[in-house]
Every structure is written in C-alpha cells, then in structure tokens.
C-alpha cells in the first residue's frame, strides 16, 4: 500500500515509524469496515420503515389478498430495483465489465448460489413462519441469525471472535427481539411446529449467505458480488416464486402505480444497506457485520417515529437501549479485526 | 524448489483472459515456487502489471488496488513481508501465503480450457 507521507520526509524514517504508519492504515481500514456496518443497519432501518409504507399503498394493501403473496412481489420488486441501482453504481465507478467477468467465474456463481440461500429461500420461510407460528416466535428463531453465521465462520471460514464481541452479538440479537416481540396469540396456530420448523430456514439462510458469500469474495469484489446477489434473487423470484404463488398479476399490476415509484426509493436505501453489508462482512468479518446489520431495529425505531405514526413504547425503549450497548462492545476494539483469521 | 500447490502455466493461462481483479490481484502475486514466502511485490508493481491487461479501466487504479490488497491481507491470503519509503510514498511488500496458493488452485473452470 502506498501513503503520502509528506512532511515526514524531512527526517529519516525509521523502521519503527514504517511499521507505526502501517499499523495506523490497517486500523483506519478495520475501522471502515465497522462504520460501514452500522451504516448497513442504518440504511437496512430505514428500507423496513419505507417498505412498510410501500406495501401499504395500492395494490399491496388489499385485503383480498394472501398474507404472503403482497410480501414477496413487494421482496421481488424491492430485490430487481436493488440491482438496478447497484448496476449504476458500478456502471460509474468503471465495474461494469467486472460484473460479466464474474459471473462467469466460479466464485460468481457461488455468489448467485448464496443469493438463492439469503433470499427466495429465507424470505419463503420466514413468510410461512410467521403464518404457521406467529410473529412473534417466528421473529425470535430469526433474530439467532448472526449468533448462528458467527458460529459457521468461525468453523469455516476460522474467523477470530473475542469473548467481548461475543457478548456484543447475543446483547444485539436480545435488543432487537425486545424490540419485535408481541406477545403469541394462545391457540391461533394449528400448525405451530410445522411454522417453526419454517422459521429455522431463513435463520440458516441468512448465516449461511453471510459465511458462503463472505468466502468467495476473498476473491471477488464486494461491490460486484452484491449487484450479482440482487440480480438473482430478483430473477428467481419473476421466474420460479411468482409464478408458483400465481403472483405475476400483481407484479404486473404494482409496476405501474405509485406503489412501483415508492418501492424503487425504497431499494435505493436498501442497495446501500446491502452494499455496505457486504463490504464490512469483507472488511470486518462475518460476525460483527451481521450484529451491526440487526442494529437496523434501533434505527427502523428512529425512522419510523420521523416518518410514519410509530408510538415510542416501553419495550421499544428498552430494545434500543440493549441494542446500543450491544453494538459498543462490538465495535470496542477495532485493533482485533487487523487480522480476522486464524 | 518447495511444494507446488499450483502451476505456474495455469496462472499464465489465467492471466491472459481476465478475471475478476480481486483474483488477478493474487495471481499476479503468485510465483513460480509457492513455498518461497521470500518473493515478493509492491503494490506499485501489481498496478502496473494489470494495467497492461485491464488498461484503462476505470477499476485498475492504485486506490482500488489498495483496497483489494488490504482486504486479501486481512483474510490471510497474502502477508505484508515489509514496509519502505521511497519518493515521499510508504510502499509495502507483499507475498502470497501457502493458504492463498491453496485458494489458487479453484480457478474458474470456463478459462482452464
């Protein structure tokens, strides 16, 4: 790596003030990386809050409709304007011809393989989850997500995690499961195991994305895996998902109303979070990106109170609150992540 | 001559078509004898060298180049062997480990024909 060192020229360098101007660049990259985490739970805070307004409006909010049919066209849609906003994001900063170039690399395919994983798959499950089981036990099984992705890097990927991000981790999956839960509604689900059963797959979905995704992109461009992982998952849904839900008509139908419009501002911030997502589980390690990324529970708090009528409450207090001090012991040491592995 | 993890005429091979630039920025790494952790580039050195293969995209810059070593650097990939300053620039060596040479040998499929 090459820095300006100007001034300092004027003296002799000595070994030790290399040494001491190199450390200082492998630390202000670490540090990079955890503030693009944060910023991917930033921006993933307020794709919840947008989308929710999104799938709202026309023809989303129809009542006529099955619980999971709105939710995933609205997933579709939200993923294939992702990756159109991704696709100008590397058009500009000269990728374009990295993306042909990696898609038909092996590492690129893997990369479309772990979009298949993070997303029709999880999204299925976590809708039938909350059908079969409730929100609220379905939103506990998948709040584990980044404990579980911790776990397979650490075996896979022979990631380093402190004791103190460890704590960090679980106090952030605590936060954000005081900040979803309702309590279960006694006996409304006949089918509890079956949705529980459901709920596991987006839980290993994601870890799983986060661990295969983060392995090939020692060898890929975060920038360029993310727009691939976006691409798929929205080709997979038009192709396979929304037509075996007989969802095509409503995709049709939402594409030329406001709703489309929203929906695209929507998964402007949701390519950002994404984006940054990628870049700190590169740049960070698996673990941490993720706990960072489940901060977007304090910030869909933060938004949602600015931009729709969301009543600040007790539990919603206490989530955030448990969530930030999560999120501190996380990021307290950026001196660890110089060297992720082992 | 050490443990040949790879073949050098694979990575040639490789190199003449290109790949995404993460993984060209390894391969250019590489060398012939995988076990000698003694061998060694600049940065300077892997810029210049894919800039003859990727010319002027606008993605082969030095910053972005940076960014790429720095990440392999911290996946274990390659080590950073030694720092020097020459023309008022920090330049730093680096070298492929044996766990970046393992990572060589999954090139993609389409271009080993």
Redo the contacts between chains.
């Keep these: 790596?090459?820095?300006?060192?100007?001034s300092t020229?004027s003296t002799v360098?000595t070994l030790e003030d290399?040494?001491a101007?190199?450390q200082r660049?492998?630390l202000s990259?670490?540090k990079k990386g955890l503030l693009f985490g944060i910023l991917s739970g930033v921006f993933w805070g307020l794709d919840g809050v947008l989308l929710g307004i999104s799938i709202a409006m026309v023809p989303f909010s129809d009542t006529s409709l099955a619980i999971y049919l709105a939710p995933l066209v609205g997933a579709c849609m939200h993923d294939g304007f992702a990756a159109f906003w991704l696709f100008l994001y590397n058009l500009f900063?000269?990728?374009s011809?990295?993306l042909l170039?990696?898609l038909?690399?092996?590492?690129?395919i893997i990369v479309a393989f772990a979009a298949l994983l993070g997303g029709p798959f999880a999204m299925s499950g976590y809708l039938l989850g909350i059908q079969l089981a409730g929100t609220a036990h379905t939103l506990a099984i998948t709040a584990m997500y980044p404990a579980l992705g911790t776990v397979f890097a650490m075996i896979f990927l022979k990631e380093r995690v402190s004791l103190r991000a460890w704590i960090g981790i679980v106090t952030c999956i605590l936060g954000s499961f005081i900040v979803g839960y309702t309590p279960p509604a006694g006996d409304a689900h006949p089918h509890f195991y079956w949705g529980i059963a459901f709920a596991l797959l987006p839980t290993i979905g994601w870890s799983l994305e986060g661990v295969i995704s983060t392995y090939v992109?020692?060898?890929?461009?975060p920038q360029?895996a993310i727009n691939i992982r976006q691409g798929t998952s929205f080709f997979v849904y038009l192709v396979g998902v929304l037509p075996m839900i007989g969802g095509l008509l409503l995709f049709k139908e939402a594409l030329i109303l406001p709703s489309a419009q929203m929906l695209l501002l929507t998964a402007l911030a949701g390519s950002v979070s994404y984006l940054f997502w990628y870049k700190a589980m590169?740049?960070t390690g698996v673990g941490r990106a993720m706990a960072l990324n489940i901060t977007y529970a304090l910030w869909s708090i933060i938004f949602g109170y600015f931009l729709t009528d969301l009543k600040l409450t007790t539990p919603l207090v206490c989530g955030a609150v448990t969530i930030t001090l999560g999120a501190l012991l996380v990021l307290a040491n950026p001196k660890e992540?110089?060297?992720?592995?082992n | 001559m050490g443990n040949k993890l790879i073949d050098m005429n694979d990575i040639k091979k490789i190199m003449k078509k290109?790949?995404?630039?993460?993984?060209a920025v390894?391969y250019t790494l590489a060398t012939e004898d995988s076990a000698d952790t003694t061998a060694e580039t600049t940065?300077?050195d892997v810029v210049a060298k894919l800039r003859l293969i990727y010319e002027n995209?606008?993605?082969c810059s030095?910053k972005v180049i940076?960014f790429?070593?720095?990440?392999?650097?911290?996946?274990?990939?390659i080590v950073?062997t030694r720092?020097?300053?020459v023309n008022?620039?920090?330049?730093?060596y680096y070298a492929v480990t044996e766990q970046g040479y393992r990572?060589l040998k999954?090139?993609?499929?389409?271009?080993m024909a």
């Design positions: 790596m090459t820095t300006n060192i100007g020229m360098l290399l040494e101007l190199k660049q492998q990259y670490a900063t000269g990728r011809r990295e170039r990696t038909r690399s092996r590492s690129g992109m020692d060898l890929l461009d360029v590169n740049m992540l110089v060297n992720l592995r | 290109k790949v995404p630039l993460r993984s390894l940065n300077e995209e606008k993605q030095l940076n790429h070593l720095e990440a392999l650097r911290t996946s274990g990939l950073n720092n020097t300053a008022n620039t920090l330049v730093s990572r999954y090139l993609p499929k389409s271009l």
